[in-house]
């Protein structure tokens, strides 16, 4: 069971160039969510999901994009890389109704230079 | 909006000893969650440990325990026999029953334990 899976783990790309995080889940979850976590900052929701097809903004969603085409897939788009969207992200699923519990992603490390 | 604040940022206990870690929340919801979450330096999420609003109970999970004051909207975390495994980044979160309810974390907070 392989849970939430982050792809890369690890990426560095220069400032202006695209990327996309990747995230599945195999529970069948619709709500699904991406986070940043920075120092001193928690961990800010992004772009949440509550179903195919469903997305909406979290509290920093400026400068990525989502969207929701499988119940499975969650991918989150960096359009023009800046500096300032070095962080650590996390992707995380759960169980709409009766989702008690939260399964995160191990997290994908992004460095832009 | 919801609001988690956990204002300290870092804490240190001798390894065997009891230490708390504190969290305020505000909501205007009668019914919530409340988690703790354990991050160490590999920085996987770890659930610590899960309270429900409605529950009078206070959550235990073996050394674990939380002291939930929904009046005071507080929600500290006991952690009982420290141990050097304990050292990490603790997060405090929030999240409402509604089904598209979203998790709110606070700014976490630093635990040592020394040996």
């Known amino acids: 069971n392989a849970g939430v899976t982050q792809t890369p783990k690890f990426q560095v790309l220069k400032t202006g160039q695209s990327m996309t995080l990747q995230c599945a889940q195999d529970?069948?979850?619709?709500?699904m969510s991406w986070y940043r976590q920075d120092p001193g900052m928690g961990l800010r929701l992004i772009h949440y999901s509550v179903g195919a097809g469903i997305t909406d903004q979290g509290e920093v969603p400026n400068g990525y994009n989502v969207s929701r085409s499988t119940t499975e897939d969650f991918p989150l788009r960096l359009l023009s890389a800046a500096p300032s969207q070095t962080s650590v992200y996390f992707c995380a699923s759960r169980n709409r109704v009766s989702g008690n519990t939260i399964y995160f992603g191990e997290g994908s490390w992004l460095t832009v230079v | 909006a919801q609001t988690v604040t956990q204002s300290q940022p870092e804490m240190s206990v001798q390894e065997a000893e009891t230490v708390t870690l504190s969290c305020t929340y505000d909501?205007?919801?009668?019914?919530?969650?409340l988690f703790w979450y354990k991050q160490p330096p590999s920085r996987q999420m770890i659930l610590v440990i899960r309270q429900e609003a409605y529950k009078q109970q206070n959550a235990t999970e073996n050394r674990f325990s939380v002291n939930f004051q929904k009046a005071a909207k507080s929600f500290s975390l006991k952690i009982s026999d420290s141990q050097l495994g304990d050292a990490a980044m603790y997060f405090c979160a929030y999240r409402g029953t509604g089904a598209n309810s979203k998790l709110t974390f606070g700014k976490g907070i630093t635990l040592s334990v020394r040996p």
């Open positions: 529970m069948n979850h619709e709500y």
């Open positions: 909501t205007s919801e009668s019914d919530y969650y």
